[in-house]
């Protein structure tokens, strides 16, 4: 069964702060998501790894394959970074993505 | 940067009633795919389908509903009698190829589906 973990499930940040999303998985994988979900509810892709680590701007993204583990961090964090991040993966069999649940990130002025 | 596009950004239907949602790909993508998300859930796949044929399907995916390229450009989900608990956000995606490494995965921004 291809369980997909997010830690925390809410987290509320002053603005400024550094951030980290935890994601865990428990099959192997070939890539692994990272999505934003704003309240309107469509989706923006951030980042797909298979492995390292990946940086956009303030948005980093680390993979441990063998710990089957993912983290999304947000450097100095701004009030337009509240919102769902998602955390999608793609088993070694098959095409589609495994999501979790989210992590709803609240950044306040 | 290339888009997934779907339309429309939300339909409201009556129960029993058929409802298409459409999808343009990537134009230079080959695979295809539906999600969907009820209200406060997780992210579920559907279906995927290349070369003209569904490649895979969840247990979701039973026979009220059914995809289509029409026309090459276009990606369609047909629900044909829609039920309350249809009532959910579907995304549509599209790749460059099925296992590599730049296969650029994108999703669109998602239909929003309320069945009244």
């Known amino acids: 069964k291809n369980e997909v973990e997010q830690s925390p499930q809410n987290l509320t940040a002053q603005e400024g702060e550094f951030i980290t999303i935890n994601c865990s998985y428990s099959?192997?994988?070939?890539?692994l998501h990272w999505l934003q979900q704003h309240p309107g509810g469509g989706i923006v892709s951030l980042f797909m790894?298979?492995?390292g680590k990946k940086k956009h701007g303030r948005l980093i993204a680390t993979i441990n394959i063998q710990e089957k583990h993912s983290s999304l961090h947000i450097t100095a964090s701004h009030p337009r970074d509240s919102a769902v991040y998602i955390c999608?993966?793609?088993?070694?069999?098959?095409?589609?993505?495994?999501f979790g649940t989210g992590t709803s990130l609240t950044v306040i002025p | 940067e290339p888009e997934v596009t779907q339309t429309p950004s939300h339909q409201v239907t009556q129960m029993g009633q058929e409802v298409i949602l459409r999808c343009v790909p990537i134009s230079n993508h080959l695979y295809f795919y539906w999600y969907r998300q009820i209200l406060g859930q997780k992210v579920e796949f559907l279906v995927s389908?290349?070369?003209?044929?569904?490649?895979?399907k969840s247990e979701i995916f039973d026979d009220q509903f059914s995809v289509e390229r029409p026309d090459g450009s276009n990606f369609t989900l047909k629900i044909r009698s829609t039920k309350l608990e249809d009532s959910a956000m579907y995304f549509c995606?599209?790749?460059?190829?099925?296992?590599?490494?730049?296969?650029?995965?994108?999703f669109g921004s998602g239909t929003r589906l309320t069945v009244v």
């Open positions: 995606a599209s790749s460059e190829e099925r296992r590599g490494p730049n296969y650029g995965y994108t």
């Open positions: 999608a993966v793609r088993p070694n069999t098959g095409n589609q993505f495994y």
């Open positions: 790894l298979s492995s």
């Open positions: 099959v192997g994988i070939s890539a």
């Open positions: 389908f290349y070369n003209n044929e569904i490649s895979e």
